[in-house]
């Protein structure tokens, strides 16, 4: 098995590469949606949040009121540990036996957004890097994704720098392409995984 992170800025396309990988064969592990999985109603996670937080972070339905947590969390770095103290445990836990589930020979890509900033790249035995040039990240944030200009630049501005990733990249994915060439690129990626996770299963055996 070869365990990937899969990492790149907001707008950097990230997940259309998750996606090409996913159609070439990988599996896909994606922090994102199984951090909502873990606070789903009913599940433990939820009611560690209720706990740390109040009920009134729960919308009218039992579901997690998202926007309200994060207008909590947010502005309260003290806060925010908190949560991710609760989260971040359940959410590894989650993919481990995700991971585990899959073949000895599988390429298992994790999509983890705040990998560079988290520190995460000594967990993962290949490490890609969706790279995009700032402006094309804020054009796609403001015209495919609807969000104000300034709003587009905070988010940016929060997360890693784009030289920070690209110093802990294995490989650089450069998705500041046409997307035929995005395909022609991850395809070789694919071909240079595939390799590996053989190597790597020939070498357990």
Known sequence: MLTVGLTGGIGAGKS???RLLVEHGAVLIDADRIAREVVAPGTPGLAAVVDAFGAEVLAADGSLDRPRLGSIVFADPE???VL???VHPLVGARSRELESAAAKDAVVVHDVPLLTENGLASLYDVVIVVDAAPETQL???VRLRGMAEDDARARMAAQAT???RREIAD???DNDVPLD???KRVAEVWDELVRRARQGATGTE
């Open 16 to 18: 259309e590469v998750s």
């Open 79 to 81: 806060k925010l540990a």
């Open 84 to 86: 991710n103290s609760i």
């Open 139 to 141: 054009d796609r944030l």
């Open 162 to 164: 784009r030289e920070q």
């Open 171 to 173: 490989i650089v994915i």
């Open 181 to 183: 060439a995005l395909r």
